[in-house]
Each structure stands twice: as C-alpha cells, then as structure tokens.
C-alpha cells in the first residue's frame, strides 16, 4: 500500500477538521474575544459605537437603529473623490429607506481639529451649501477609524441588526465611473447581506480615496538633565 504524500496527508487532515472553515466563510456568528480589535468581518461588536455629530450632541449609534443595519463610511472634506461617492450614498440612502441608516464619519485630524478657523464649520458650511442629506459624525481621536481599520476616505463598513459586521471595503470597483455593465456594487451587495444577517460573499474590498490623516502620537516630554 502507498502512502500520501506529505501535502495531500495535510489536506485531508485540514478538510476532515471539524473548524477547519474560515470563520468568515460561515455568515457569523463568530464571538471575538473579548476587547480585540481592530473588528473582522463575521465577527460581533459588542462595544457600543457613540460619536458627536457637527452639532456636538452624541449619537449612540446602536441604540438610536434598533432593527436596521448600521453603513458606515470615512469620509473626508478634501478629497475629490468624496463627491463622487456621495451620489452613490445618497442614491443607497434613498434606496434602503426605513431598513438601513448611513452615517458619514469624518476621522481627518487634519480637517476636524487643525487648521485655521474653526474646521468643524467649515464642514457645516459644506454640508448646508450642498444639501448633503447624509449625517456627518466627529471621529476627533481617530478611536472608531482604528476599530475597524479604516484606511481611507470612502471605506465602508456594514454592521447588520445584530451587529454583526458583514462587510469592509469600498463603495464599488468604479471609483472613475467607467466600467458600465463591469461594475460590481460592492457596497450595495454588503447591505443586502447585512439585511439577510450574513456576511456578503466579496466581504473584503479595497477603497479609494485619501489617506486618513490621524492624530500624530503625542512623543515623550524629555526632562532636563540635572
């Protein structure tokens, strides 16, 4: 009788495992231990998520959307790209109204904090001279962009009514607006995975758009020699 070779021995152990499946291939639910972040797709967050909107009053995010599925998206004042996207938001908005509640984060330190003037009005400004109907939340430390990982401007990230995250990623593969019939919705995929309270099947994608600028780490004050 012959034996398996080494690479196919290891196979059939992997295939035989009974938790050889990805944990995000399952749908969720998938418990993460307790405290660790940044969240993965599948995974449950257990924290609740609360910012101030540009009003300064805060937003319990999960509290005020019992039932619906939470999209969020970083978002910057900057970016060119950003205009472009938030057609698309808007249109999403309008398409998923009652079930889904979008939330634009701004995670910029360097468009909410520094800079001449006070940068929270200048987003105000913005969003009254462009009748943008998206809310705008206040990431001001960059804690919730670290939670999730965010990357750039324009990375969304859907969170279902059990709040199970159900996908990451950008808001389509189109960011030129130039594939036509090749465009892939990824964003709106991930929606309706998050209404059917599973993980979308393209979970991971990548965003376009600018850099998020964080807060810079705050160095050592070095006392002086004696």
């Not at 919730?144 to 996908?167: C, G, P, T």
């Amino acid at each position: 009788m012959k034996l398996p070779t080494l690479a196919v021995a290891l196979s059939l152990a992997f295939a035989l495992a009974p938790n050889a499946q990805n944990p995000q291939d399952k749908g969720g639910p998938d418990e993460p231990p307790e405290g660790n972040k940044p969240y993965k797709v599948g995974w449950r967050i257990r924290d609740h998520i609360e910012l101030p909107g540009l009003d300064g009053k805060l937003v319990n995010l999960f509290e005020a959307n019992e039932e619906k599925v939470i999209v969020l998206v970083f978002w910057s004042l900057r970016d060119p790209q950003c205009r472009k996207e938030e057609v698309k938001l808007v249109e999403l908005q309008e398409r998923y109204a009652g079930k889904v509640s979008f939330y634009l984060v701004a995670s910029n330190h360097d468009e909410i904090v520094s800079g001449v003037g006070d940068p929270l009005e200048k987003i105000r400004k913005f969003q009254k001279d462009s009748k943008l109907p998206l809310k705008i939340l206040v990431d001001e430390a960059n804690k919730v962009a670290d939670d999730f990982k965010a990357l750039s401007a324009n990375h969304a990230f859907v969170i279902d009514s059990k709040r199970f995250l159900r996908y990451a990623g950008g808001i389509d593969n189109d960011p030129k607006g130039l594939l036509k019939d090749k465009k892939i919705p990824w964003l709106q995929l991930g929606i309706d995975a998050g209404l059917a309270s599973k993980n979308a099947e393209i979970a991971l994608t990548r965003p376009n758009g600018r850099k998020l600028r964080r807060k810079p780490e705050e160095k050592p004050v070095k006392k002086d020699k004696l």
